[in-house]
C-alpha cells in the first residue's frame, strides 16, 4: 500500500460515533501491522482522550510517523472540510440511519464538489434491525445509486456493551481481544472494505 495516506472520518452531524470508527479503524490497521497517525481535530477530543488512556496503559497508538493518517474532524464542516476531506483519499462518514440524520448527511452530501463525493463511503453506525433503518438505508443506497458517486459499506450494529467501552482505552488491541463471533465478523467485513478502497 501506498505511503501517506489520508483517510478523513467526517460528516455534517455530530452524535455518530466517529470517534468510534476512528478508533476501530485505528485498532484494526495496528492488528494488520500497518503503522498509524491519528489527527483528532474534533473540539470534543475523544478520540485524543482515548489514545491518551491507551498510553496510560502503556500502549501507543498513533506515531508521528504512520503510513496511514486518519482524522477524526469536528462535526460539522468548515476548516474540517478546508484542511482535511479535501486532501483525504477516502472520507468515511458515519450516519445513524434515521430520517432526521439522513436528512442532514445526504443534504451535506449533495452540496459537495463531485470529486469530493467519489471519495465517499457511507457507514451506517449504531444500526438495529427496525423497519425505520431499513428504509433509512435503502433511502441512502437509492441515492448513492442516483448520483453515481459515493459508496455504502456494510453498518455496525449497536452493541452497547462491546464498542462504546473500547473508548475507555485499554492495555491490549481490540481485535486481539475476545471478540464474540458476530462482533468480529461485521468489523473485518467494514474494515477489509475500506483497505480494499484505499488500494483502489
Known amino acids: 500500500m501506498a505511503e501517506n495516506r489520508l483517510i478523513a472520518v467526517t ?17 484494526w490497521l495496528l492488528h494488520e501491522k500497518q503503522s498509524v497517525k491519528v489527527v483528532d481535530a474534533d473540539p470534543n477530543q475523544t478520540t485524543k482522550t482515548w489514545i491518551d488512556k491507551c498510553a496510560g496503559f502503556g500502549r501507543q497508538i498513533s506515531h508521528d510517523k504512520g503510513s496511514i493518517t486518519i482524522v477524526d474532524t469536528s462535526g460539522t464542516s468548515g476548516s474540517s472540510l478546508t484542511q482535511y476531506i479535501r486532501k483525504a483519499d477516502l472520507i468515511l462518514v458515519p450516519f445513524k440511519p434515521h ?29 438495529s434491525k427496525t423497519k425505520e433503518q431499513k428504509t433509512g438505508i435503502e433511502e441512502l443506497e437509492k441515492i448513492v445509486r442516483e448520483e453515481g458517486r459515493g459508496q455504502l459499506l456494510p453498518g455496525i450494529s449497536e452493541r452497547k456493551a462491546v464498542y462504546p467501552s473500547l473508548l475507555n482505552g485499554s492495555a491490549t488491541n481490540f481485535f486481539d481481544g475476545k471478540l464474540d463471533e458476530n462482533t468480529r465478523k461485521e468489523t473485518e467485513k467494514l474494515f477489509t472494505e475500506i483497505l480494499e478502497a484505499l488500494k483502489g
Open 11 to 27: 460528516g455534517d452531524k455530530g452524535g455518530v460515533g466517529k470517534s468510534t470508527i476512528v478508533s476501530l479503524l485505528a485498532e
Open 99 to 127: 430520517v432526521a440524520d439522513l436528512e442532514v448527511v445526504m443534504g451535506w452530501f449533495l452540496s459537495l464538489k463531485e470529486a469530493i463525493q467519489e471519495r465517499v463511503l457511507f457507514i451506517p453506525n449504531m444500526v
